[in-house]
């Protein structure tokens, strides 16, 4: 077999594969026997067409037909001859017999990048450090009470507990008449998301009250220039949101029971919050250990990657919006085009993450199993049992083994994290 190896431009490669009809031989007699296993013709039984006959009448198929695994078979002997760290799918791009009755085969690939670890002490993440306050447990709190709250029809909005329903008519720019119609959009006056301009109008309104409201838009919002939208809207509904009292039978119908007093429901509630930000840090700890990582080690990636990883997103996207036909309607390859960005982003994590757990020989030794073990309140034999069934618990568990190396390794700068948000940050 002779191969020859060329680079066609980053990682990609082409090996062209040169085999003679006596290296092909023992591969077409194999398939003649496949073949004649199974084949039936008249005046003979299955399996006892003669040799002879079969190569006569079908030998061209046969042999072209086992070309395709052959060329299989040379790849990986040549990747293994030139020590190849093949990644991807090959692509078998020309396949042709010789003059010498001999196989010529080309074929495309990609190969591992080279990456070369930074010291981990040079990676710096920056993590938020947050006590929660008396605001936050009282903000819990009210949403809290808002769950259980009741709606009582009133006649006079005057501050913003109410529930109102809104009519919403287009103004006609010429007359400035409200256009017939229009639609009808109910609010709640203390949701934040609420436009403040459109509460400021709201307050000691009466069911039947109109105003004008106008919208303004930028450019970029739902067309090429600024523009604003005029509205004649009219009170249809308003309900009083009415809390529940902060008594004991509340506090007991919350909690199921557990508790009775305000004091123990807002020690409950810290703790719940405590709990709920830990696990949201761990989180956001690990996204930005991971866009650090990325960002600090700059390599090829390999484009067949990207793209198989991309058209995951893009499958994953369609299947959650099933039932949403605006989402159905967004041809398959625009999706894959939108998340080329991010499964690059994925693929490279992916890459520099086997990288450290393969330099750095990261295992799930018995000691860590034992602490899993412990730590989920099963037998450490059961778990290596689950380990071996179970391929995607034990990359999670691998996965978790890796951030806990890093985390070791990595600078950590702790800063306020109400000093993030004023700078604009994203903890």
Avoid: C
Avoid at 316 to 345: C, H, N, S, T, V
């Amino acid at each position: 077999m002779q191969t020859t190896l060329t680079t066609i431009g980053g990682l990609r490669r082409s090996v062209e594969i040169t085999l003679s009809y006596d290296e092909l031989a023992p591969h077409f007699e194999r398939a003649y026997s496949e073949v004649q296993r199974d084949l039936q013709l008249e005046g003979f039984r299955k399996g006892k067409v003669p040799m002879d006959i079969i190569k006569s009448r079908y030998g061209d198929k046969i042999e072209r037909d086992a070309l395709g695994d052959i060329a299989s078979d040379a790849f990986r002997t040549a990747a293994r001859e030139h020590e190849l760290d093949v990644i991807g799918t090959p692509v078998l791009v020309e396949m042709n017999r010789t003059a010498e009755r001999g196989a010529r085969f080309v074929i495309e690939f990609e190969v591992m990048p080279t990456i070369s670890l930074r010291p981990y002490d040079e990676i710096e993440i920056v993590k938020p450090i947050r006590q929660i306050s008396e605001v936050d447990v009282d903000e819990e709190l009210y949403n809290l009470q808002l769950r259980s709250a009741k709606l009582e029809p009133a006649d006079q909005i005057t501050d913003s507990m109410y529930v109102v329903k809104l009519k919403f008519s287009p103004v006609d720019p010429q007359t400035n008449a409200p256009i017939l119609g229009g639609k009808e959009q109910e609010f709640f006056l203390d949701d934040e998301r609420m436009d403040p301009l459109l509460r400021s109008e709201l307050i000691n309104l009466r069911v039947g009250d109109s105003f004008v409201y106008r919208t303004e838009h930028q450019g970029d919002e739902h067309g090429d220039q600024p523009h604003q939208h005029v509205y004649h809207v009219t009170v249809q509904q308003i309900q009083r949101v009415v809390l529940p009292e902060l008594n004991q039978e509340f506090i007991t119908s919350l909690s199921g029971g557990r508790l009775s007093t305000e004091d123990a429901l807002r020690q409950d509630i810290r703790r719940s919050l405590e709990e709920y930000w830990e696990k949201e840090l761990a989180n956001y700890l690990r996204e930005r250990l991971v866009d650090a990582m990325v960002e600090a080690h700059d390599f090829e990636v390999p484009d067949g990657l990207v793209r198989v990883m991309a058209e995951e997103f893009a499958d994953e996207a369609l299947q959650r919006g099933k039932d949403d036909k605006r989402m159905q309607q967004i041809p398959r390859e625009q999706l894959i085009e939108y998340f080329l960005p991010q499964a690059e982003q994925a693929v490279r994590w992916q890459l520099i993450a086997d990288t450290i757990l393969r330099t750095e020989n990261i295992t799930l030794n018995n000691e860590q199993l034992a602490d899993i073990a412990a730590r989920y309140g099963v037998d450490t034999e059961q778990l290596k049992m689950a380990l071996e069934q179970n391929a995607s618990l034990r990359n999670r568990l691998l996965t978790d083994a890796l951030f806990d190396f890093l985390f070791a390794r990595v600078r950590v700068v702790e800063r306020p994290y109400d000093e993030l948000l004023e700078q604009g940050g994203d903890a």
